[in-house]
């Protein structure tokens, strides 16, 4: 039977490196964020600061289950085609949502946005916790929840930190078109990009580096996911 991985321990998930735990970790993390930014006392230069942190976790952790995990899902689960074509959906609402916000940095609304951001999140929590992620559990030993949690974690160190709603959701569309995008985003990380020819710049460097380096990166750890 399937059983939520919320409420487990370490040892019941696979061990600290294990797909199960990394993904709580950052759950945790968004939850304990967004909490935050949430609060009364919270002042609007940490609520910016918090909001940053939140995007950039966000997209590369859903990038990664996007390229790693709902794959794997689709071919163990019978039910797995519906499950992540559900998450998917989440995925591309937040995409969609937090692209508004990140546009209009002076629209009243944004609060708002923001407030239906964190719902929508809050939900695609709880689906992977309490549905998706226990069919990995119910299927793999601990060795192979770590070796998937292990190629997870390449790919979300180099994916995507900003909102992409036209990249396609799933591979390889995914893949070709986030890549480079990954690279472009945290360059815009790091410093943003001062005029339009600034950000032109940045995307071809970053559309050859990306083909180049981060693919090969992300193909090396499919195939590990994929071998187990
Ligand atoms: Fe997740
Ligand atoms: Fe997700």
Redesign the pocket.
Known sequence: MTTSISGKNAVQLGGEGSILMR?RR??AALDTMMNRWLAAETTPGERDALWQDIVQLVFS??FA?ETVLWPVLRRISSDGEDLTARVEQEHQEINELIARVEKSPGDPRRAEWVRRAFTLISR??RD?EDELLPRLRDTFGDHRLRQIGAAWEAVRATAPTHPHPAVSRRPPGNALSGLPLSVFDRLRDLAPFASPAGRRVALAAASAAGAAGVGLLTRRALRRARRG
């Open positions: 993904q950052d759950h952790h859903a289950e695609d929590i992977e």
